[in-house]
Every structure is written in C-alpha cells, then in structure tokens.
C-alpha cells in the first residue's frame, strides 16, 4: 500500500471512530458529570488505553482468528503483524465471511437508526421515512434472505457470516438499549468512591459494545490490522478528550450523527460488494466518510440552533473584555 493510501486509510478510520462514537461519548460525558475529578482522569489515562489495546486490539485478533480458526489463537495474533505472503492469502480467501458480516451489521445499523431512532431531521426523506418505521424488520429480513441466497450460490460461509452480522447487530443493539437504561440510573446515585469505581467498570462496558459498530466499520477500509489500531486509536483519543470538555459543543452540531448514520449504510454496501467479490478501491471507503461527515458538518453550521449559540458566546466572550 502506498504512502497516500496510508494516511488516507487512517485519517478515515479515525474519523469514523470519532463520528460512530458521538453517542459513546455523550453517554459517558453524562455519566462522568457526576463523577469526582480523579476519577475523571482514571478514565481518561487509563480508559483509554483499555479501550484501544484491549477492545480495539483484542476485537480485531478475534475477528481474525473466528474467520480463519485454522491458524489458532497465536497464529492469528501474529497473522495480524505479518508480511508472509501465505498468511496473506489465508486471510484474504476467507475475508468474504468478514465482509457479509460486517456489511450485514453496518447495513441493520444504519436502517434502524432511519427507521426506529429519534434523530434530527436533515433531510426530508428521513421523516417519510420514520412514518413507516414499522418497515425495518420486513426489509431486515428480507435483505438477509436475498443477501444469504445469493452467497450460497458462491460459498455456503458467506451466507453463514452474513446470519452471523445480523445475529451480532440484533445482540449489540439490546446492549445498547440496556445501556441507556442503565445509564439514568447511574447518572441518579450520588458520586462516592464505590460508586465512581462502579461507573467507571460501566463505562468501560459499554465503551466495548459501542465499539463493535468501529471495529466491523474499519475492515471495510483495510483488512491491514495495524493501520485499523492505528486509526481507531487516533479516534477513540479523540473521543475522550471530547468527552472530557468539548461535549456540548459537539451537541450543537446537530446532524453529525446523521453523516454518521450515512456513511455507515454507505460502508455497509462496499462491505457486502467486497465480499461478492465486487473489487472496491482503498480510496472509496474513507472517500465516502468525508464526504457524508463534510456534508452534515457544513449543515450543522448553518443550521439556526448553531447560528444562535455560536452568536451568544461572542458576545460573551466581548463582555468578559
């Protein structure tokens, strides 16, 4: 892989990061409000590094080794750093059960959300949509089924990854749930040392769940594991630092989540091309993230809500001088 491909793969990983985890970030902002100090910098330190060398690093070593078992455990932890042309083979032959899975979630993720979710309307399409949100399990499954018909034509694995990412969307999806359910309730008890120690374990939980939808999103840019620890790294740093004091700035822009939203549907797709073994350029993938996230983000500046705020904290920031 060129130089330019390079940076461009990790400028989009880390930008997909950054934009799948919005709502990662505003979770634990609530939650670590009503946390002491210290604890605050424990999260930041050393979360951080639990959340890039243990969820981001161990996910993807899992994911290598559950598509090609055939090299163990180790064997895959080394596949991951290794330039011998046979282990290169080995993972690129069995990468079709990766991508129809990964493509299957991001495809569910992203049609749940347009369906079911409550979002900030940024274009008209969305909201004919959510009238009909009724329509996401009928064409959840009917996409499995054509997806799933068609791979066996190829190779009955394929069709089994592609079950396999709707299984993993469905469980996610529940974790996710019970997370914003059980996050009220942290947010309700009082701050004190066991109640700081026991909401940091939480937020550590639900930073490894939330980071499913970045981990499976990055194989569609590379199967080139360091460049994903790399990148997913440069963005989930960035996320804590948002997190830390920046949260409600992010919350003004109003349709990031939606250019979120667009480019994992988008990835999704390219994901399940790749593994119809339809040839996508490296390029196209992070090419799609900026586009989407540079789209909405412009929109989000324009927006009135941003125009007001943005307005009122010059004139603050006038009247402190």
Not at 64 to 70: K, L, M, R
Not at 297 to 302: A, F, N, Q, T, V
């Amino acid at each position: 892989m060129q130089w330019a491909n390079i940076i461009l793969t990790i400028s989009g990983l880390a930008l997909f990061e950054l934009i799948c985890s919005i709502d990662n970030a505003i979770i634990n902002a609530e939650i670590l409000s009503t946390m002491q100090e210290r604890a605050r910098k424990w999260f930041l330190l050393w979360g951080f590094g639990f959340a890039v060398f243990f969820v981001r690093g161990f996910l993807p070593l899992m994911i290598v080794y559950v598509v090609n078992p055939s090299l163990g455990l180790w064997g895959a932890f080394t596949a991951m750093f290794s330039h011998d042309p046979e282990i290169s083979r080995a993972i690129e032959a069995s990468a079709p059960i990766l991508y129809m899975g990964g493509g299957i979630f991001l495809l569910f993720l992203a049609l749940y959300w347009l369906f079911l979710e409550e979002k900030n309307i940024g274009m008209h399409v969305e909201k004919i949509i959510m009238t009909h949100g009724f329509w996401f399990y009928a064409i959840a499954s009917i996409i499995l089924t054509v997806v799933v018909w068609f791979s066996m034509q190829m190779d009955t694995l394929r069709a089994f990854g592609a079950v396999v990412g709707s299984s993993v969307f469905f469980i996610t999806h529940g974790f996710k749930h019970n997370a914003e359910e059980s996050e009220k309730k942290l947010i309700d008890q009082k701050s004190g040392r066991l109640s700081d120690l026991s909401k940091l374990l939480y937020l550590e939980v639900i930073d490894t769940t939330f980071s499913i939808d970045g981990v499976l999103g990055a194989f569609a840019f590379t199967l080139a594991v360091p460049l994903i620890l790399v990148g997913n790294a440069f963005g989930a740093y960035a996320v804590r630092r948002l997190t830390i004091g920046n949260i409600e700035k992010i919350k003004n822009y109003l349709y990031l989540k939606n250019g979120a939203m667009y480019s994992i549907l988008a990835l999704g797709v390219v994901m399940l091309a790749d593994g119809f073994s339809v040839h996508v350029p490296t390029y196209v993938s992070p090419g799609i993230t900026f586009l989407f996230v540079g789209y909405f983000y412009w929109k989000s500046i324009k927006h009135p809500e941003y125009l007001k705020t943005s307005g009122n904290k010059k004139k603050d920031k006038k009247n402190k001088k």
